[in-house]
T-cell receptor, first 114, second 118 residues
Framework: AQSVTQLGSHVSVSEGALVLLRCNYSSSVPPYLFWYVQYPNQGLQLLLKYTSAATLVKGINGFEAEFKKSETSFHLTKPSAHMSDAAEYFCAVSFYSSASKIIFGSGTRLSIRP | EAGVTQFPSHSVIEKGQTVTLRCDPISGHDNLYWYRRVMGKEIKFLLHFVKESKQDESGMPNNRFLAERTGGTYSTLKVQPAELEDSGVYFC????????????????FGAGSRLTVL
């Protein structure tokens, strides 16, 4: 069965520190991979997506993610955290056969310490 | 352009009552989706409309949930009668078919409707 696992329901980093949010997926077919972010009282916003082109994907707000097939991972990183990055982040996957049905991870809440 | 709008933002009802959630997609988006997040768990797919037709309703939990999209514009999701386990955040999303990237539809989500069943 296809699934998405996000390691760590809550991650806290200092302002200016590296942000690393982990995501692993389980799939027997090539996936499309996404990271969404939800700021307080707002909808889910697409950060970036992987669709079988370049394995290193750059998104908005300085975030990027690397697709590693051998590790079935799609970790999200940002070199230097900003206070405005505090939000909940969701890794998600879909597949060509059912591209409209997105499978989400359970989310990781990112806190930024001053 | 206006985003996906959901109403109400928060609803508190008692077990056994009825609640209707509404979603207004982005104008011109034929695809409309409902998702639900229960108690901090995963966001799970409920169903997918293409215009007024239900394309996929495999995620609907039971027959207490009824989704409609009359005229292919806004959609409603009714829960009747509501149970305690229905509490959560209900997200609506819409999309257009994305050209150039086969199959990877990008969804635009609303802010969600939080449902609390007491």
């Amino acid at each position: 069965a296809q699934s998405v696992t996000q390691l760590g329901s809550h991650v806290s980093v200092s302002e200016g520190a590296l942000v690393l949010l982990r995501c692993n997926y389980s799939s027997s077919v090539p996936p499309y991979l996404f990271w969404y972010v939800q700021y307080p009282n707002q909808g889910l916003q697409l950060l970036l997506k992987y669709t079988s082109a370049a394995t290193l994907v750059k998104g908005i707000n300085g975030f990027e993610a690397e697709f590693k097939k051998s590790e079935t991972s799609f970790h999200l990183t940002k070199p230097s955290a900003h206070m405005s990055d505090a939000a909940e982040y969701f890794c998600a996957v879909s597949f060509y056969s059912s591209a409209s049905k997105i499978i989400f991870g359970s989310g990781t809440r990112l806190s930024i310490r001053p | 352009e206006a985003g996906v709008t959901q109403f109400p933002s928060h609803s508190v009802i008692e077990k056994g009552q009825t609640v209707t959630l509404r979603c207004d997609p982005i104008s011109g988006h034929d695809n409309l989706y409902w998702y639900r997040r229960v108690m901090g768990k995963e966001i799970k797919f409920l169903l997918h409309f293409v215009k007024e037709s239900k394309q996929d309703e495999s995620g609907m939990p039971n027959n207490r949930f009824l989704a409609e999209r009359t005229g292919g514009t806004y959609s409603t999701l009714k829960v009747q009668p509501a149970e305690l386990e229905d509490s959560g955040v209900y997200f609506c999303a819409s999309s257009q078919e994305e050209t150039g990237i086969s199959g990877a539809n990008v969804l635009t989500f609303g802010a969600g409707s939080r449902l609390t069943v007491l």
